[in-house]
């Protein structure tokens, strides 16, 4: 008995698809991805249509899709987070169905509850065996944690593993096994390391974003989260990870020892492990090289599934159990609902990712975000497209002050006897304007062409075309 | 958010429980496992009636359920393995339904596939966090593996976990995911470490032992099958463990690096890892300290759960890629059929476990056994019960001589070349039959008290009440 076949091909071919199917990838190997494009140019090769896509991301790597859109092979498209290069046609309407967005839990229920049963899942695989088990942590293109492609192999009716590095069996420390493997295809490369990961996460010396870390790291101290057992998570934008750094300076000198740090894991966070500032790190997905080399070697490093991670459909995820989380936006209302996925002009240019996710869990979840972009203001009225509500969101830090959410009493309270500069979310928006001027709101059209899938399953919002 | 709850009674109570449904329990704790009969006893003491206990197995501490049994608090029964002590009580009738006996492999496909649902899982788990994230290789009670509960936590409608060490959130190393978990209990012990694991398994120094054990690693030599890549399973059995000493000193001796050893694992295969003779060891149960030590310690033995060992209904699974798996037997008829689940008499003592689902995966299935235990013969016309059957039983090793199943014309050809003493199974029975006189056919009664499941679901045999 053996899984391998000969192609891509040939494994399409063996899985059974046909028009009308759904397919699914994972973003592990992010910019530098040649799985998504090799296959679905071999689906198009072979005249199936009308299939629908179902990526935990989509990265500008992925623009030959665009192609395959308006060659009607690809009809339905469903994505956590799309970047601008392919956002952009997608905002100028080229799909006739609305994309469906949804949360990096979310996708994994939907997923297991068969809401978005996929017909075939393919997974860029960087070590397999011939039987399929396979990891991330090993071979030339190595990315680490393969945490979205879990719920794609335990559900999707034909399971096809593509690598770039066939080991003997067993593969010593798989991540999906071969229990939910149908077939092993050799290719000479999945991905370009380059893109893969970075070499290494830079952290901000903008002064604005040093203004803001430092801000972020003190609301944290006085937050009362900030104590043995602590657990973070913060993403790779710079002033995430220069408040990282500060934080990392309080805990050390305080003493403090948190339990785990989560999320997409870069190096800065391997950084505090080490130095001990975490007991543990839970990995859905390395940034880094540094990120994918602690978590082959570092058995306090552990890889989490999606579902894990922070699927609100099972009994608990681990960003239940989150206290701090800090989060980028590109805008943000009066109401603290976030934009993550357009920018101001609402152009799709993101997504929620586990944005979303992570909110609703921690106890404090914090923006950080500067008063303002090329002119344009981070607090509106409304934002263009609410990407997480504003009930999750408890506090914003930007360079001209720290506005928290009128539910959050006690936390204000606090932040200001502490000294630290708090204003309202409504006088941050006029100061802000006074600076930049009032905003103009562009005009959209009016095509949905994106629908935002609530963590819950709610449809949370919609985006439309651009003029 | 926290699942503990404060006693086995309230999650009992928590996780609705009701007349009627199923309860699940796993057997890595073995004849030191509490767990079973503490949940049982609340639940008898609540008052819940006509329970199903679907249990991986079950051993002779596990006595208190004939009480339930009796009291009709228990009215069903399923399990893979089911020792003397409550065997010989169900084989003189004790339940109204036959029990069901599953393998290994077969357990976790029909729960996977919703044919035997499970309403409430117990999972005694020798580590586990407040969320439920719990592991079997770390605390008093370490058992290693927990690879036969993994079907439960996944399928079963509520997951209980219950634990003597409770530990900071998150368990690093975990085997079983929060994901799963409802309730948390935390007990004094969930097992007496004693029953637990053996302290040491030794190898037989019975002369007889020693001549089959030499016999069937010259089987395995002349198999064709002894080369690098080499993979290998054999039971914790003095005769088996012989056998794997002698093919030890034969890789060793022709350098001969073997890929993985499988299933219950001793500290003899951890031996044999050590020594070089398997670059891996995937592990579903621990049956020592050497073991759980191992499992613990060295990355190149990795846990697997039962579906992943085992189950016929997966893509595949690791006794699909095994080459030699040695087994034991009670009885084999002249068809190759083998019994483990009753003895010669016809009273349950044992149970398929892994039997019929390594002697279908691997390429070389053999039987040791001695020609006849307290002069009862081995071979028979027709076995008590098929546990496995005949066409996945490839050679019968004893101190009288090699049967080899006449499917398989090579492999005899090539023993007898090698000069091994091979006999037609027909004659050896007669031979045994020389020296023991012709067993009476003891009358057994019209109930059926078990029925045996094989591994693709089929009623493969069934066994009834004794007189």
């Known amino acids: 008995m053996s899984k391998l076949v000969k192609s891509i091909r040939e494994a399409v071919i063996l899985s059974g698809l046909k028009d009308g199917m759904t397919v699914s990838f994972h973003h592990h190997l992010r910019n530098g991805d040649f799985v998504l494009n090799m296959v679905m140019a071999e689906i198009a090769e072979l005249g199936i249509k009308d299939l629908t896509v179902n990526a935990s991301s989509l990265f500008d790597i992925h623009a030959p899709l665009l192609n395959h859109i308006e060659n009607k092979v690809v009809t339905g498209l469903s994505a956590d987070y799309i970047s601008a290069g392919l956002g952009r046609a997608i905002s100028q309407g080229i799909m006739d169905k609305p994309v469906q967005f949804r949360t990096h839990g979310g996708r994994p229920k939907d997923i297991a509850t068969g809401k978005t049963p996929i017909d075939v899942a393919f997974i860029a695989a960087p070590a397999s065996d011939a039987m399929g088990n396979c990891s991330g942590k090993y071979g030339p293109s190595a990315c680490g944690s393969l945490g979205y492609a879990y719920a794609d192999a335990m559900y999707a009716k034909k399971v096809v593993v593509i690598t770039d590095n066939l080991v003997s069996y067993p593969l010593q420390d798989w991540s999906i096994s071969e ?11 999945i991905g370009d390391p380059k893109g893969i ?33 602590f657990s973070f998570q913060t993403g790779a934008g710079g002033a995430s990870l220069a408040a990282a750094k500060f934080l990392k300076e309080i805990m050390l000198q305080k003493g403090i020892q948190g339990s785990f740090g989560l999320g997409g894991i870069t190096g800065y966070m391997v950084d505090m492990l080490q130095a001990g500032c975490f007991r543990n790190l839970l990995d859905v997905q390395c940034f880094d090289l540094t990120a994918v080399e602690s978590l082959r070697n570092d058995p306090r490093h552990q890889e989490i599934s999606a579902m894990h991670y922070a699927a609100p459909g099972s009994r608990s995820a681990v960003v239940d159990s989150l206290d701090v989380v800090i989060l980028g936006a590109t805008e943000i209302d009066t109401g603290f609902n976030v934009n993550v996925h357009t920018d101001s002009n609402g152009v799709i240019m993101g997504g929620s990712g586990g944005h979303s996710d992570t909110a609703a869990g921690a106890k404090l979840s914090m923006i950080i975000a500067p008063m303002f972009r090329a002119r344009m203001p981070i607090v509106t009225d409304r934002v263009t497209c609410i990407s997480t509500p504003g009930k999750d969101i408890d506090v914003l830090v930007t360079q001209g002050g720290i506005a928290v959410n009128p539910a959050r009493v006690e ?16 006088e941050l928006k006029e100061k802000t304007e006074r600076i930049t001027g009032k905003p103009k709101r562009i005009p959209h059209g009016d095509k949905v062409v994106a629908e935002v899938i609530g963590r819950e399953g709610n449809l949370q919002d919609q985006i439309f075309s651009i003029l």
């Open 179 to 189: 229990s939910y493997v149908d077939y092993v295809v050799t290719v000479d490369a």
């Open 411 to 426: 936390l204000r309270e606090s932040l200001v006897a502490a000294g630290l500069p708090i204003v309202d979310i409504h």
């Open 197 to 229: 990961v970075s070499g290494t996460t830079r952290i901000t010396r903008d002064p604005v974003g040093l203004i803001m870390a430092s801000h972020a790291a003190k609301v944290i101290e006085t937050s009362g989260l900030l104590k043995d057992g």
